[in-house]
């Protein structure tokens, strides 16, 4: 057996298809997972005439690979991780390549980078996005860390990536964190985006009384407009699905729980520690935390009344409106993660360019969508833009839009329908086109009570005031 191009640690199924993914472009690879019958069930079910070699411990994994050795790791996020690391370190020489394909916290990924850079290793921590079928296809893949490591690898990963704009959906982000931060804020717009469109469904479904099927349509239509994108083609494919069982739609039957991994969490974290305004996607993280409050829900729904639905709704109107305030929330999730990413970059030195995040968005990866296309050529045409809305056709789009977005939200709010991301969507934009806040009345509230002192707008200066004097 000649010696393997690259090499993939840990098989679950992003592993094994990633694998087979590198061995259809050419390259031959040897794979190795902690417990043998993963490998051998990958080795019998999928891989028989490819250039894919099982191996069942990691010397003869090691062994097999052409040098300098690259490798991608594609295990469980956290301590599988460094556990790995742990034992493949001590095999490896310097200049051999590992990439972390996996969804690595960023501090994570920093320490790991140090720890590999003390072996002479070059260590790459690369965000994949695209699912199972991204994987096997072509996955947008965000890269960071050590440079001279892309120079070795990145022709692999860009011969797998998808095919979106202006080339493969791979790149080079950024040093230290940079490509494991950019798959964070990713997955957090993500988490924004699946909100919002939950909550049209369900304004769809209570509001307007409409089935899975009617309501499949809307999307459908919606996913030829400016809101095509993969996450509007899921959603429609999904609601039209029949549960065989029940004769309804699937849907239906499934429990109102979403379960999260942390990259949703991780990233409102980040944010709050950047100072950056990203409330939708906090508000997401947040919605499924309450969706995971089954039994309480259940209880509270007899306790706590809400009002009565409307029964003169205009269908017609509210789906057009609907449209607007999806259309609106899903640019201003684009908006904040991209904000964040702009602050997150300045903060800790990756010198993102934007305009090429949001280009490898733009196939492969879960949010990707024709809206990411003018997203990129905003920030390529201004590298600094502090807020998407200023640039054009977002501009346009929010003036046409946003009365959709606040009919939208009064209905829902009338009608008792949480809509928690679309109503952050537009406080967040209200905010920020106000120049003159309320913030004034919290500069006097906390000199008030803790003499913090407070600035005025006719001089400059600190000044205190004894509120409470005569
Ligand atoms: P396993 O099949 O032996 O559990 C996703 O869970 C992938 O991460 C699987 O391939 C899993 O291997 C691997 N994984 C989980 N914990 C690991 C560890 N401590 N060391 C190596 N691989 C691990």
Known sequence: MSASDIGVIGLAVMGQNLALNLESRG???????????????????????????????????????????KILMMVKAGEATDALMEQLLPLLDAGDVLVDGGNAHYADTERRLAQAHTCGILYLGAGISGGEAGALHGPAIMAGGCREAYIVVGPM????????????CCAFLGPASAGHYV??????????????????????????????????????????????????EITASILRYSDEESGRPLVEMILDTAAQKGTGKWSSQSALDLGTPAPSIAAAVFARIVSSLKGERGEAEAL???????????????????????????VIAYAQGMRQLRDASKERGYGLDLSEVARVWTAGCIIRSQL???????????????????????????????????????????????????????????????????ANLLQAQRDFFGAHTYRRVDRAGSFHTEWESP
């Open 27 to 69: 390259y031959s690879v040897t794979v190795y997972n902690r417990t043998a019958e993963r490998t051998e069930a990958f080795a019998e079910s999928r891989t028989a005439g490819k250039r894919i070699h099982p191996t069942y411990d990691l010397e003869s994994f090691v062994a097999s690979l052409e040098t300098p050795r």
């Open 157 to 168: 990963l860009e011969a797998v990536a998808a095919q979106g704009v202006g080339g493969a």
């Open 183 to 232: 798959k964070m804020v990713h997955n957090g717009i993500e988490y924004a985006i699946m909100q919002a469109l939950a909550e049209a469904y369900d304004l769809m479904r209570r509001v307007l009384g409409m089935s899975g099927q009617g309501a499949a349509e809307v999307f459908a239509e919606w996913n030829r407009g400016p809101l095509a994108s993969y996450l509007v």
């Open 304 to 330: 706590l009344p809400g009002p009565e639905p409307a029964a003169d709704v205009d269908r017609s109107e509210l789906l057009d409106a609907l449209r607007s305030a999806t259309l609106l929330a899903v």
């Open 372 to 438: 990411l296309t003018p997203i990129a050529e905003a920030f390529k045409a201004e590298p600094e833009l502090p807020y998407l809305l200023l640039a054009e056709p977002f501009r346009t789009m929010w003036i046409d839009h946003h009365q959709g977005l606040r009919r939208t939200l009064a209905r829902a709010h009338e009608a008792g329908i949480p809509v928690p991301v679309m109503s952050s969507s537009l406080n967040v934009a209200d905010a920020y086109r106000t120049a003159r806040l309320p």
